[in-house]
């Protein structure tokens, strides 16, 4: 059977919006999803920064054990496809953070796509996603939170919102939720904008030219999501999304 032949389709509702043709490309060397488990009582974060290589897909499967955290920062800037996937399986009291931006111009294709199962009591998982796109960039976030029976009083939030810049440029956002216990709260919300023409109005009339002035008001957009980041990496993350920004605005 061929590499090609075993590749995810439209079918698959998690690869609906994904570019198949690029997948193509490192499917037959792809790596399984990497395993991670936060120890009980553990507090962990992670940094990822996509976009060293033009393709790039970085899957985890991950538990989170009771009474642990991780907080996942992660900045997708593939200039071709850049697909960033976690399955965060939460037990009793832990917690998993997801801070997390598709910055893409061009024809980039960039997901983030999440499954979080909260699968015992007292868990809370909080998802921030921003995505900034412009030319013909397609951005997508999938995201399911799933609640088992027994799981009371589990808090789950995801948090979706997306910039076009661009008439052509396409943003997916598809929040999800399955709860089946009945003391719970979990909220969902994802909207698409684009610039306020007045902020933009006096950005230039402070003298920034126009690259400069979209880039200004897309870090307030995005930044937030980087002031839990760890300190030896946010500097890191800052800059580089200054300089993806730039690049789009531009």
Not at 97 to 102: C, D, K, R, V
Not at 130 to 147: F, I, P, Q, W
Not at 158 to 182: F, H, W
Request: glycine content about 8%.
């Amino acid at each position: 059977m061929s590499a090609l032949a075993t590749l995810p389709t439209r079918k698959d509702e998690a690869y609906r919006y994904a570019d198949l043709a690029a997948l193509d490309r490192v499917w037959p060397t792809l790596a399984p999803p990497r395993e991670i488990v936060i120890k009980a009582g553990e507090r962990h974060a992670h940094v990822l920064v996509a976009g060293a290589e033009p393709v790039e897909i970085h899957r985890a499967t991950v538990t989170v054990e009771a009474g642990a955290s991780l907080a996942l920062f992660a900045l997708n800037g593939c200039t071709d496809y850049g697909r960033i996937e976690v399955d965060v399986t939460v037990r009793e009291g832990g917690h998993f953070a997801l801070h997390a931006a598709n910055i893409a111009g061009g024809s980039a294709t960039q997901e983030i796509v999440t499954t979080v199962r909260h699968v015992e009591p007292e868990g809370t998982s909080h998802q921030t996603v921003r995505s900034v796109l412009g030319g013909k960039a397609t951005g997508s976030y999938l995201g399911k939170v799933a609640v088992a029976r027994h799981a009371q009083k589990v808090d789950g939030e995801q948090s979706v919102k997306a910039m076009l810049l661009d008439r052509g440029a396409t943003a997916n956002c598809k929040p999800e939720l399955e709860i089946y216990a009945d003391d719970v709260k979990c909220a969902h919300g994802a909207s698409v904008g684009e610039l306020d023409a007045d902020q933009l109005f006096y950005a230039l009339s402070r003298g920034l030219d126009p690259a400069s002035a979209k880039a200004l008001l897309l870090e307030g957009f995005v930044m937030q999501l980087w002031d839990e980041a760890p300190a030896d990496r946010r500097e890191e993350l800052v800059a580089e999304t200054r300089r993806l920004l730039r690049s789009v605005a531009g």
